[in-house]
């Protein structure tokens, strides 16, 4: 017997000591060969080695995995794919908040997570890294370097179930860690230009009227945008089918070039001028659209944490604007039922945006400014100061198909009637 519990105890110090190195053995490893080295240490633990197991080899097929070890953020539905094939009756529920609104939300799990390509392992995240382990380890991995060994009794049963529990902690605890590395790594490839000048004379004094303008790009990657547009669509789809608001989804008739892109609205019910109740343009507090969509809010916690938005204009209420070839937005400012600075974020194709304290019109859809710029596909342009209030903005008429998600937060005296906040939207920390 007591050579039997000698025995015990040596394989179970062995395995304790592989536990401590959990974190370098797992190494960029996916979820599932962590899983399966985890098991099989934890067979080493218990002194009962399933021969069995080690023919069952892993080969990585599942998209899912192949991308977990490069994937760059927690933002797209891992059901994706579903979306992409239409099937919008799968793919989306509808649930219902407290205000009893409709929201179309991922089936699933309820985060969403990026998927980028293999080649995202470049020389910068290796450099990254490096420099991350100049002092031999990551710090959790430290921490479980200078954990001490516990205590084995006889039986080495409580021993088997604290090995358990450690090991599947610096599993979790390992996972938490290379998302925080891939998510500061995306934070710091975000490109930032803020420093925009163009000069006009208004009453006598010249003054630049681009300023407090931003553009961020590199914000979300490819992989993000095409999720994103598929749930664009399938929010276009459900509005087709009345399953939204009657005041969330608009499709006008198409008069003339330029003229009857569809628009949806969240959060606000939002008139552009006066309508049939003859409600003046601006918030209408008596009307209610669906809240903010998931998905869009997990854009604005992106935004918000990579210091593209202050923490302190949260949006609270967006617009998707879907335009066909040809289609625009006249000139215009936005009405001050809205507190600045608001965003703008781009898909599916490049397009210019125009400014100028006066712009003229020079043909159906086709305006001219004093200053242009493109927005690239993915990026933030953020309205602020001069650039919201001094100088007029529009687009003219785009060359192929485009979205657009235009994120505001509203004047707290023109909040709608029967608005609630929205817990997931408050206390957002910015990475530092």
């Known amino acids: 017997m007591a050579l039997k519990s000698g025995k015990s105890v040596g394989t179970h110090d062995s395995s304790q000591s592989l536990a401590q190195f959990i974190p370098f053995l797992t190494e960029g490893l996916c979820r599932r060969c962590a899983e399966i080295l985890s098991d099989r240490i934890r067979q080493l633990a218990s002194g009962k080695l399933d021969q069995d197991s080690l023919s069952n080899g892993h080969f990585c097929k599942d998209q899912r995995y192949l991308v977990a070890a490069s994937s760059s953020l927690t933002l797209l539905d891992r059901n994706s794919n ?5 099937n919008f009756r799968k793919s989306y529920k509808s649930s219902t908040n407290t205000s009893g609104s409709r929201v179309p939300t991922p089936s699933g799990e309820a985060s969403l997570s990026s998927l980028e390509g293999t080649n995202y392992r470049d020389h910068r995240v290796a450099h990254w890294r490096g420099t991350r382990r100049r002092n031999g380890m990551f710090p959790r991995q430290r921490n479980l370097m200078k954990a ?16 358990d529990e450690s090991l599947n902690s610096e599993v979790q605890n390992k996972s938490s860690l290379m998302r925080d590395e891939r998510e500061w790594i995306r934070f710091t490839q975000v490109v930032r230009k803020k420093d925009y000048i163009s000069l006009e004379r208004i009453n006598g004094k010249l003054v630049n009227i681009v300023k407090g303008l931003e553009l961020h790009t590199c914000v979300f990657n490819a992989t993000e945008q095409k999720t994103i547009v598929d749930y664009v669509y399938s929010l276009q789809e459900m509005g087709r089918k009345n399953e939204l608001r009657e005041r969330t989804y608009s499709q006008p008739r ?7 892109r569809v628009t949806m609205q969240f959060g606000c019910c939002y008139n552009y001028a006066v309508d049939k109740n003859g409600n003046p343009p601006g918030i209408i507090r008596n009307e209610e659209v669906d809240p903010i969509p998931p998905l869009f809010k997990t854009m604005i916690k992106t935004m918000v944490r990579w210091h593209v938005l202050p923490t302190d204009c949260i949006p609270n209420s967006c617009i998707v604007n879907i335009y066909e070839e040809g289609d625009c937005i006249p000139p215009h400012i936005d009405h001050h039922d809205f507190v ?17 304290a006066n712009l003229k019109i020079v043909g159906p859809g086709d305006f001219a400014g004093s200053f242009s710029i493109p927005l690239p596909v993915g990026s933030v342009l953020i309205l602020n100061g001069n650039s919201a209030d001094v100088a007029k903005h529009s687009v003219p008429g785009v060359l192929a198909k485009r979205i657009s998600i235009t994120f505001r937060k509203m004047d707290p005296w023109k909040i709608p009637n029967n608005f609630s906040s929205d817990p997931d939207l408050c206390n957002i920390q910015p990475l530092h």
């Open 82 to 86: 579903s979306q992409s094939n239409g």
């Open 148 to 163: 001490q060994p516990t205590h084995l009794d006889r039986s080495g049963q409580s021993q088997t179930k604290e090995f």
């Open 340 to 356: 600045r600075p608001f965003c703008t974020v781009s898909f599916l194709s490049e397009c210019n945006i125009v400014f100028g």
């Open 254 to 260: 198409k008069w003339m070039r330029g003229k009857g």
